[in-house]
């Protein structure tokens, strides 16, 4: 990421201030390229470089990245390891330019599941950047998106059954207090490479509402210029949120 401090201005008529990404093709980048899986993963991991640095640039205030998820855990122990090392070098390389920038690093996930020599450093840059003011990064890490549900429902039925909350006033907002992301805006728009056209567990609750973009580029690929053209196609849609057009149109204080 370039330490140089670009003001949070965007070219683009609209950006999102929330943006979620879901990193796809890395595997099949490097196998239609004669290449091992490994290099794909080397290559998508300077593509979070390129990414991070462009939305800090565009004003984008959080990014989240779906790094590994609780599913990934499945793959082979080789591949798995693979990505924990390069997920431990990001860390190393970048602490300087996360806090040299602004940046403000979170986690969500079961980041307990992540090895020792990966989780050390990554929580002490979390909280050597948790007072910063800049762009959040947040990485999805051992994440899942009905695994956070299933945790959310725990804590309320706890809350419950100790007297504090009773059923009649649980809400939408007893719900996403719940999750990993709460005091968070959710994402207002939700980009995936490499041609898949599904959310894979990612942010299921904070993604009602998102608008989704997909590309057939493999994330190694994914540069600044992607980044722009999801932008654009995001600055070009109609967030009704089950308003009509008219509503939109009118000022908040006139919808009755």
Known sequence: MSAIPYPKVSPLAQTPRHVAIIMDGNGRWALERGLPR????????KAVNRVVTACREMGVEVLTLYAFSEQNWGRPDQEVGLLMQLLHDYVRQERMEILGNGIRLTTIGDTSRLPVFVRIPLDAL???????????????????????????????????????????HVDQDTVADALHTSG??????????????????????????????????YWPDFDRESLEAAFVQFAKRKRRFGLTDQQVAEPLEQRH
């Open 38 to 45: 490994v290099e794909g993963h080397r290559q998508g991991a």
């Open 184 to 217: 968070w805006e959710d994402p207002e728009l939700v980009i995936r490479t490499s041609g898949e056209l599904r959310l894979s567990n990612f942010l299921l609750w904070q993604s009602a509402y998102a608008e989704l973009y997909f590309t057939d580029t």
């Open 126 to 168: 979390v909280a050597e950047s948790a007072k910063n003011k800049g762009m959040r990064l947040v990485l999805a890490l051992s994440y899942g998106g009905r695994e956070e549900l299933v945790d959310a429902v725990k804590a309320i039925a706890r809350r419950v059954a100790s007297g504090e909350l009773i059923p009649e």
